[in-house]
Every structure is written in C-alpha cells, then in structure tokens.
C-alpha cells in the first residue's frame, strides 16, 4: 500500500539559508508524489508534483523537489529561505489503482528565523 | 477564476443544531471534495463527488450529510454535532480522479461546536 513518511515535524532554518523537508515513500509501483504548502489560516497550495516525467521538479515560490527512486525520496528543497516561506508543508502519494486517494503525510511545520 | 470559495469562514453551533456549508467553484472541474482537518494534522478525506454523483464516503458518521446541486456547488449539512467534531472543513476540487490531478483547496470552515 502507497503511504508517505515525513521526517520532523517541526523544522527551522535562518532566513536565506537552505530549506529541506524530507518525504519517504513507499510504493510497490512508480508512485505520483506531491508537496502542498498550508499558510496559516488557509486552504493547501499544490507546490509541485512528480508524474514520471522528470525526476528534478520545479515548482512555485523557488521550490524544487527531486524523485530518488533508489532513495524512495522526494525531498522539498530551496536554496534561500524567506519569512514568507513560513508555514505547514504535506507531501502526499496518490493510490495507483481503484479510487486514486491522496494520502497525505503527517506534515512538516517550517519556521524561519530572522 | 481559479478560486474555491467557501462559506461561512467560521461557524459555531451547539450539539441541536443544524447548519451546512457551502463550497463553490466555477473551473469547470468535476471533482469536489470534503475533507476534515484536526490542529496539527493533515486533511482527511470524507467524500468525494466526481460529476455529481457521491463516488466516495469514507464512513463518515450520518450527522454529516454532503449535498452536489451541481458542478460548481458542493455542501455539507451538519446536524446533532458532537464536540469532537470541531475541526477545519476544507473543500477542494479538481480536475478529474485522475491520479495525476491536481487539488485547489478553499480557505476552509472553522467550526466549533458547543
């Protein structure tokens, strides 16, 4: 069964400095992968998503997230924090067969500091 | 207009009411969703409606009764709550069930209830 693992669930970074929030998957066939980004106080934001196309993802705001299919990874990363980058961030799978659910991680809460 | 809209933002409501939650779309899509999200936690699936017939309901107590009137319109009448129930309901739609499909969530409903 496809599920997803996020590792930490609070991160903090300086502002300007490197963000990384992990996400692991487990899937027995090639999965779809997701981050979704949660400002306070609203709805998600679909960040990126992979769909066997190309490995590196770009995404919005300067997100980038790789598919490391030997590592089972899909790591969310940006080179240089912002305040504005402060908020709750979900990977999420989508179930390959009958009615393609999204199973969303447990979330990772990014903090930047000035 | 890639906008999912909700109403109201915040709601309270004792355990005899009866109130409902409006949703609405106007991108075409064909999928909309309920979903219940507790503090600190992600966003669980409740129903799902995919061109306008319920395709999905993930054993949801009955006291929650979700409504399709059309393609753009999606509620969720509430009735006998407990207090557990309180929690942030987000809609969001898509596209198709596809497995690739992106989700535009709505700011959500803050609900309490007493």
């Known amino acids: 069964a496809q599920s997803v693992t996020q590792l930490g669930s609070h991160v903090s970074v300086s502002e300007g400095a490197l963000v990384l929030l992990r996400c692991n998957y487990s899937?027995?066939?090639?999965?779809?992968l997701f981050w979704y980004v949660q400002y306070p106080n609203q709805g998600l934001q679909l960040l990126l998503k992979y769909t066997s196309a190309a490995t590196l993802v770009k995404g919005i705001n300067g997100f980038e997230a790789e598919f490391k299919k030997s590592e089972t990874s899909f790591h969310l990363t940006k080179p240089s924090a912002h305040m504005s980058d402060a908020a709750e961030y979900f990977c999420a799978v989508t179930l390959t067969s009958g009615t393609y659910k999204y199973i969303f991680g447990t979330g990772t809460r990014l903090k930047v500091l000035a | 207009d890639t906008e999912v809209t909700q109403t109201p933002k915040h709601l309270v409501m004792g355990m005899t009411n009866k109130k409902s939650l409006k949703c609405e779309q106007h991108?075409?899509?064909?999928?909309m969703y309920w979903y219940k999200q507790k503090a600190k936690k992600p966003p669980e699936l409740m129903f799902v409606?995919?061109?306008?017939?319920?395709?999905i309901n993930e054993s949801v107590p009955s006291r929650f009764s979700p409504e399709c009137p059309n393609s753009s319109l999606l509620n969720l009448h509430l009735h006998a709550l407990q207090p557990e129930d309180s929690a942030l309901y987000l809609c969001?739609?898509?596209?198709?069930?596809?497995?690739?499909?992106?989700?535009?969530f709505g700011p959500g409903t803050r609900l309490l209830v007493l």
């Open positions: 991108m075409g899509h064909r999928a």
């Open positions: 969001a739609s898509s596209r198709g069930t596809d497995p690739t499909r992106d989700l535009y």
């Open positions: 409606y995919s061109y306008e017939k319920l395709s």
């Open positions: 899937s027995s066939v090639p999965p779809y």
